[in-house]
């Protein structure tokens, strides 16, 4: 469930199945506080993906921070909408 309205958004952040049951974070740009979710095994239309859901951050510009520094991304969360970031590439 994703709680996403005015100033709200969520990010929904794919993987490989190296990232199963591991943290990811983000940082608000601007600010030192991590956020994190845990990585997991999801069925999607009978197969399996790898993602972390965000179900909540407050609108703005993020860094996606992972193990691997050159998996980090910068993206913005948007007010009512959600975000995906795909790590699989």
């Known amino acids: 469930m ?5 100033g709200v958004g ?5 993987t490989t199945g ?3 049951e591991r943290e990811i974070e983000v940082i608000r740009v601007g600010s030192t506080a991590r956020i994190h979710t845990v990585v997991h095994a999801r069925e999607v239309d009978g197969r399996t993906i790898f993602a972390g859901v965000f179900p909540s951050l407050p609108e703005g510009d993020y860094t996606l921070c992972s193990d691997d520094p050159t998996r980090n991304r910068r993206l913005t969360i948007a007010s009512g909408l959600v975000a995906e970031v795909d790590l699989r590439e």
């Open 2 to 6: 994703l709680d996403i309205g005015d």
């Open 10 to 14: 969520a990010l929904v952040v794919y």
């Open 18 to 20: 190296e990232f199963d």
